[in-house]
């Protein structure tokens, strides 16, 4: 309007210009990535040597206001220009021969010479007939609008190469680049934007920078000048090759404008300039700035549309790929929605035919007939039918009311007051657990006990027993033993790794999804109240986080004196877990919560024997295995010294679980021999066909007496079919065949020394192999400064304490028997536990690392055939250590035929059988003056001292005369 006033043409009006066709405002069409405006002007006349025709391209779209105005607004002020020279080149026009505008080009080149122009760095290149807008500095701005009252100047407009206009050097500007009129200027959030319009392209000769120089690794100004002369294009409209091209373009522009990815509606007329066509196309496709600046770079119109095909068929490509992929998806979605539109319907029909209540009566008749039962309690039957009138009040699809059939039918699913009859036979119990399980005489003493109390007391109140043990000796298996042996139903889980309360006490019913706990689960499961529930890898059960203490929620299931009203969160009711049977199982009960471990009673599991493993294996592990590979008892044969060998050299550990895989493991190499060579195996030679075809005989038989007679033979081809296999050759398993069938053995030999040397204790400890040979070694370290302890073989804490100790008592001991030995003050000594690989530690090596010193210090070995534990204290007192089963065997193992233990292990030397304890001799002591009788060869000269000795030292009365000093 400014404008229009400062040239007196106020009463003008832009109404008038439009009616008259000296205005065409562009549509602009966004790419969704780029966001570039095209827009293309169809004017009768040429608007700053831009020449549209009326079979040029045309754009329908949705309109931007903004853009509309700014527009109009600009083609205004160049119809005005335009309104006043028509007049003088009317003439002028009339005077030249017409030509056919549809095979001209829309931006004739000016052949004229190389002019200075603004340059405008872009982000995408600028291609002929697109619009767009750049960011611009300030002082471009300025420059452009600096004396230009009705018109802006043309600019030079080049890629800037994905690098900021402030960064920008000389080798950053490619050659080629598009003159552009500058349509708009406007400022949007602090930042300067100018709307041009390509017009045609344009090769740069050189910078027009007057106070830069001639150096060109500087950084260029923030606004500067350049030296450039349009291109002729190489366009020849008339060649069938290009206007070939030409349709095709337009073609496949048509095919792909309806996908999403254009969101502007473009009509192209196969009359239009097919420069421009190519250029706008290629704009249009999903191709990056460095094509772009390609295509840019292309003069000849050919080679441009080839370019352009190629990136067409690759978005067509996409948008196929595109297009199925959405059709896959609304054909899910239509799937659902139909389904709901169906149920919709149905729902109507059924309201119309008066059989709408069918299924919420059928669904209110199942929770009235819960409701008559007379076990449930009266608290319980209350919450119910508070359920089931939200049901009734809430229509069928609401969530609530969802969520409160499926709350009803937990509800119902519990077991109220069902309770599985128990049987109390004492022998059949013994008998069915003495069938599955060898040995465990604790537990099933104690399972006999409690079927004894409830026959007495008329029905078994819930117990909470814990079952401890080493891995593989049949914890979990002998749950289901006794649920058999009790009659009742058995369901189990495993608390392994569990860090959420909510498993076990269940989830709040305001949480989608939330479901009740691993109790009531398993309510639902065995449909009775009374079963015997096991928990699993209790000892690993995870400690308290943000989801709560899953060991606090088990003390209330766990407690006699809380669990017969135990509340689950879902539930949210009472539940009586009084007669549940609850047993828990435990690898080390030092790793379970002591408050929850008080509530338990816990049963320890000693790892199994040699013996134990050998009958475990002829009773109950090889029979069962014979059967799974399709073997027969009388074709494979363990020897019993190669099961011992088994056992001893390759099945260490105190379960029976490695055992197990390893004679599976023999049976499968069996098994391929025994179909390898058939020779093993000789076949019946009656078939099962001879079988069918001799009864089929004797069915179809008409007389009697040839009916008998064939019925008579039929059978004998079946009982012939039946027998079994004849067997060839028996397959022996041997002790020199173990080799063959699982290679070498990982355990040799754990005796070192047939004769002990001086400064060498044969210890025993009980580790997850069962009892095994400890070594002490102890030898003079002549390089260390005396006095000095060096210790070596990964010993723990425990251990080195125990080393301190035994090193203190030995000093004292050697001192009270020899007051001149200065051996422990003059030198420096240093001790090993062999297999310095394996970790070690515990107490039990006391007295043998005792021994060990004072071997050393009196130059004295300790009998060959002699092994010893015990823990000791700094006054020389032994205290008792566990697995004295283990470490007897593995002493009997290792050839040891003298074995010294603590006197306070004498109880459980005195459990164990008889055939364990043969061919050893045993000396329980209280001191260590009672090892030391033992463990080293009577002297005469010793034994006066020893006889007076007591805890503490020796009194300077007794005479030491007679006493050796020792050669080191």
């Known amino acids: 309007i400014h404008r229009r006033n400062m040239l007196g043409l106020s009463s003008l009006s832009r109404s008038s210009l439009l009616s008259k066709g000296r205005i065409a405002t562009s549509r602009q069409i966004i790419n969704s990535k780029s966001s570039r405006s095209i827009s293309t002007t169809s004017n009768k006349q040429s608007i700053h040597s831009t020449h549209f025709t009326n079979n040029s391209i045309a754009f329908k779209g949705r309109d931007s206001q903004h853009s509309l105005f700014s527009n109009a607004l600009l083609t205004e002020n160049n119809t005005l220009k335009s309104y006043y020279s028509t007049k003088k080149t009317k003439k002028q026009d009339k005077e030249k021969p017409k030509t056919n505008s549809a095979n001209e080009s829309t931006t004739p080149v000016p052949t004229v010479e190389a002019k200075s ?248 008749a199942k929770f009235n007939e819960a409701l008559k039962n007379p076990d449930i309690p009266f608290e319980v039957k209350k919450v119910m039918r508070s359920e089931m009138n939200k049901i009734s009040s809430g229509e069928a699809g609401n969530t609530e009311a969802a969520t409160a059939r499926t709350y009803l039918d937990w509800l119902i699913c519990i077991p109220w007051g069902k309770y599985k009859p128990e049987n109390f036979d004492v022998k059949n119990a013994r008998q069915i657990m003495d069938s599955e399980h060898y040995g465990m005489k604790d537990i099933k003493q104690r399972i006999l006990e409690m079927i004894a109390i409830g026959k007495l007391c008329n029905g078994i109140k819930g117990k909470i027993l814990c079952f401890v043990g080493p891995p593989g000796v049949g914890k979990t298996s002998i749950g289901k033993s006794i649920a058999k042996a009790l009659g009742r139903d058995f369901y189990r889980f495993s608390v392994g790794g569990l860090h959420d309360v909510s498993e076990i006490k269940g989830h709040r019913r305001t949480y989608l999804g939330a479901m009740p706990g691993k109790i009531v689960q398993s309510f639902k499961t065995v449909k009775s109240s009374n079963p015997v529930i096991m928990i699993d890898e209790i000892d690993k059960m995870g400690r308290s986080n943000h989801h709560g203490d899953p060991s606090a929620a088990l003390l209330e299931v766990l407690d006699p004196e809380q669990n017969r009203n135990f509340v689950d969160h879902y539930l949210d009711v009472h539940l009586d877990l009084s007669r549940v049977l609850f047993v828990a199982t435990a690898n080390n009960k030092y790793s379970i919560p002591v408050p929850l471990l008080d509530r338990m009673e816990v049963v320890d599991i000693a790892g199994y024997i040699a013996e134990e493993k050998y009958h475990i294996a002829t009773q109950y592990i090889i029979p069962t295995l014979l059967k799974e590979n399709g073997l027969r008892e009388d074709q494979v044969v363990f020897e019993r010294e190669a099961l011992m060998a088994l056992i001893n050299d390759y099945c260490r550990e105190e379960g029976a679980r490695n055992l197990k895989k390893q004679i599976e493991k023999i049976l499968r190499k069996v098994a391929l021999k025994v179909v390898k060579e058939e020779s093993v195996i000789q076949t019946p030679s009656v078939t099962a066909q001879d079988v069918a075809k001799a009864e089929s005989n004797a069915a179809k038989a008409t007389g009697q007496k040839r009916k008998s007679k064939l019925k008579q033979k039929a059978e004998e081809v079946k009982k012939e079919h039946e027998e079994p296999s004849v067997i060839k050759d028996k397959i022996v398993i041997t002790v020199a065949s173990l080799k063959e069938f699982l290679g070498l053995a990982p355990f040799q030999t754990e005796r070192y020394y047939e004769h002990t040397p001086i400064g060498v204790a044969m210890g025993l400890s009980h580790g997850p192999y069962g009892g095994e040979a400890a070594y002490v070694e102890t030898t003079l370290d002549k390089f260390t400064p005396p006095p000095a302890m060096r210790m070596t073989g990964q010993m723990g804490n425990v251990m080195k304490e125990s080393v301190d100790i035994a090193l203190s008592y030995a000093k004292s001991f050697v001192a009270d028997i020899q007051s001149d030995n200065k051996f422990f003050e003059t030198t420096a000594l240093h001790m090993h536990a062999p297999s310095g690989s394996e970790k070690k530690d515990g107490p039990s090596g006391g007295i043998a690392m005792v021994s060990s010193l004072i071997s050393i210090a009196l130059q004295r070995p300790i009998k060959s055939n002699l092994a010893m534990t015990g823990e000791l204290t700094l006054t020389g007192k032994l ?90």
């Open 117 to 364: 122009m603004i340059i405008v760095p872009s982000s995408i290149p600028l291609l002929p007939g697109i619009t767009t807008k750049v960011t611009a500095n300030e002082e471009t701005v300025q420059k452009i609008t600096k004396g230009r009252l009705l018109d802006f100047p043309n600019v030079a407009v080049f890629w800037a190469n994905g690098k900021d206009s402030e960064d920008l050097m000389e080798k950053d500007i490619p050659k080629i680049g598009c003159e552009a009129r500058v349509i708009d200027v406007g400022k949007k959030n602090d930042r300067w934007e100018i709307t041009l319009q390509g017009l045609h392209r344009i090769n740069l000769e050189k910078f027009n920078i007057p106070e830069r120089g001639e150096n060109s690794e500087e950084k260029l100004p923030k606004s500067f000048e350049i030296f450039a002369k349009p291109i002729q294009a190489n366009v020849d409209d008339k060649n069938p090759m290009t206007r070939t091209y030409h349709y095709q373009i337009v073609s496949m522009a048509k095919a792909i404008q309806s996908v999403p990815f254009f969101r502007k509606e473009i009509t192209f007329d196969q009359t239009t300039d097919q420069s421009l066509t190519t250029d706008i196309t290629a704009t249009l496709c999903s191709s990056n700035p460095s094509t772009l600046q390609e295509i840019l770079e292309m003069s000849d119109l050919f080679t441009r549309q080839k370019r352009v095909l190629f990136l067409l068929k690759d978005d067509e490509d996409a948008i196929r790929a595109s297009s199925k992929v959405g059709k896959e998806m609304d054909e899910k979605v239509s799937k659902t929605s139909r389904e709901y539109f169906l149920e919709s319907q149905l729902k109507k029909i059924q309201k119309e035919l008066g059989v709408e209540g069918n299924e919420e009566n059928a669904i209110n």
């Open 879 to 968: 205290l008792p250590v566990e697995g004295i089963k283990q470490k007897t065997l593995a002493a009997k193992r290792l050839g040891a035929k003298i074995l010294v233990l603590p006197k306070d292990n004498k109880r459980d030397w005195d459990e164990m059988e008889s055939n364990l304890t043969e061919g050893i001799e045993v000396h329980f002591a209280d001191y260590y003056r009672d090892v030391f009788n033992v463990a080293f060869e009577n002297d005469p000269n010793l034994s006066s001292v020893l006889a007076n000795h007591y805890p503490g030292r020796i009194p300077p009365s007794i005479p030491q005369s007679n006493v050796g000093q020792p050669t080191l």
